[in-house]
């Protein structure tokens, strides 16, 4: 067997960077198995095939997680140490998506930053009070323009020695901000993965070495995002402003809606965001109906 990195995933189709520095396509080779750009993985050749086959990936330091169409849990990438939340003034952000993001990375182990790509357009007063919120919970902002280059020293910087995934709404500009990161990156898309009928295709995820250490995935732009459920810590879900408050509430279940002596409740308007607060709100409720419907499933299978 010889070890791998698995660079891009085009459904069952991977490519792997092997131990010598060669980018090769594989294939797993079992259907429960089911690597993600960052893992770590085992091959071996198959001769009767003639391709390399993925027997086994390594335990994964770290996850991002995300709830599919089914309301189950599905894997985006392993082995992250910093996720990168791009938004910008243009299209407008959603901030509500931002916070579920942020949610997943802290649940998943991954520490977390925004970046304010198009700096060089004016951001309007509640993009900048969402900014100084999430700043005040401890998150770091960074501002740069890709299309001005102002800021992406400061992004290397960051970089340095990391593995970090972008992510953000479609339009944001993350294609942008890769280019100046990895030189030649957008040429490169093109012949990633071949698949069965011999059209070349682009990966779903893709990770590049960046030229001053470290490493970064590229992730296709969303609409919106709900982290895995059973993923999320229950008393917080991922909100560390929320996390800061709860050891204060008079009960140690406490959900922070409606309970008496909320210590989150009480800090509404003062330390806590109302507008992080109603994002709270509204993963417990999507938080509450998922895990309900998985314990109505389950509760059928078992009648039946």
Do not use: W
């Amino acid at each position: 067997m010889s070890a791998a990195r698995v660079i891009a995933t085009h459904r069952r189709l991977l490519r792997v960077r092997t131990e010598d520095g060669r980018e090769v396509l594989a294939r797993p080779s079992r259907r429960e198995l089911a690597p993600v750009c960052g893992d770590f993985v085992q091959c071996e050749f198959d001769q009767r095939h003639g391709e390399l086959r993925v027997v086994a990936h390594e335990p994964r330091s770290s996850a991002l997680y995300r709830t599919n169409a089914r309301g189950g849990s599905e894997l985006l990438a392993a082995n992250l140490s910093l996720l990168l939340v791009v938004i910008a003034p243009l299209p407008r952000p959603d901030f509500f998506v931002v916070d579920r993001y942020l949610a997943a990375a802290r649940c998943g182990g991954i520490t977390s930053a925004i970046v304010l790509n198009k700096s060089e357009l004016p951001a309007d007063d509640d993009i900048e009070r969402e900014l100084a919120a999430l700043i005040a919970a401890g998150y770091r902002c960074l501002r740069v323009s890709a299309h001005e280059g102002a800021g992406l020293d400061e992004l290397r910087t960051l970089l340095h020695g990391q593995t970090a995934m972008l992510v953000g709404q479609s339009g944001v500009g993350k294609s942008s901000l890769l280019q100046p990161l990895v030189p030649h990156s957008d040429a490169a898309v093109g012949d990633l993965i071949r698949d069965d009928e011999g059209r070349h295709t682009t990966s779903t995820t893709r990770l590049y070495r960046l030229p001053g250490g470290g490493e970064i995935i590229d992730a296709p732009g969303v609409r919106d995002f709900a982290p895995a459920i059973d993923r999320l810590e229950p008393r917080a879900l991922g909100f560390v402003d929320v996390e800061s408050l709860a050891s204060q509430c008079r009960f140690a279940d406490c959900r922070h809606l409606r309970e008496p002596g909320c210590a989150v409740r009480a800090a509404l308007g003062a330390t806590l965001s109302a507008r992080r607060y109603e994002s709270y709100r509204r993963l417990r409720r999507l938080y509450d109906r998922l895990r309900g419907e998985r314990q109505d499933r389950g509760d059928r299978t078992r009648r039946r």
